[in-house]
């Protein structure tokens, strides 16, 4: 159906056993046309003559959403060839299954939501079809994925939730944390050389900060890049450190497999920054966003320089006979 001023069709119903159906969400006072297209197995046939113009009863409100403008939501993904660090998606056009070939869809962007966290993230913007790969994830971990579909600037609801999804292998253990020592670049490995297509990650953040070692997490994708560049892969993600002030930037001894890592090695009371690199073969992506300023906390029980110098006079008064304490 369309409707009058209007260029686009929309589907109206699919797969009508019978000759005639029963047509809902119409606004009163309005011009409709219609037009059916017959259907034998995935074959279809040319479209009828387009119906004479359906006058709705009733008077004609302008406070509503024009048909043009609806934005209807995609069907619930579902998840298939899992493994240890990734998944492949997939999932209806839109959530009634109806024909969406006039809907006029300019792509998806789908969102993850790891189980213990509250809270969506992004994980792939503007897909241009009804499946995507998913990278970056932790063995052993439960997954939820949900999809909106996207008309130019305008977005629909998200999708219904898709069903947990796990993940192969075990949870992260502590032996497969990724170190980078502040003292040096400690690669040792041939010279890198920087590839323009592998996927320019997003901005590291930092958590979980302590006196000699923090945890960075970040997108595997950052806002600018398309997300095409994906759908290669990649062998994982070098860290990059540097402490304010210097200039030259210390690289992580290997690659990290996931999209977040620990960082071991730093001194107390400094402040460095960090960045990230995506790595396939002896290829390298550019460097990410630089991170916000990370300070590491002063040394548990360490003593000032002041304090020391009270301490060294009280021992001198103390053992001098100087009637005097602090």
Known sequence: MREDGS???HSAAKGIKKPKCRVVGLEPGRRYFFRIQAMKGSAESTHSEVSDVVVTPGTRTDVRTPVEDI????GKPSAYDVDERETKLRWPALADGSDSRYDDITGYDVEILEEGTHQWKSQAKGVKGTKCRVIGLEPGTLYYFRVQAMKG???SEPSEMSNAVRTLGRKRRDSDDLET??????TGNPPRTQDDSLPLPGQPEAFNVSEAETELQWPPLSRTSPVQQLQDGIDGYYVEVRKSGEQQWKASTRPCKLTKCKVKGLLPDTAY????KSARG????????TSQVVVTPRATGAFTFR???SVLL???????GWPIQF
Request: no cysteine; proline share 5%.
């Open 153 to 155: 600037s305008k977005e």
């Open 307 to 309: 304090g020391l110098i």
């Open 7 to 9: 260029y686009q069709w």
């Open 282 to 289: 002896s290829s390298e992506s550019g460097a990410s966003e």
């Open 71 to 74: 934005v209807r939501p995609p």
């Open 181 to 186: 020592f502040a003292g040096g670049d400690r």
């Open 273 to 276: 920054y960090f960045r990230v």
């Open 314 to 320: 009280f021992i001198d008064f103390q053992t001098s």
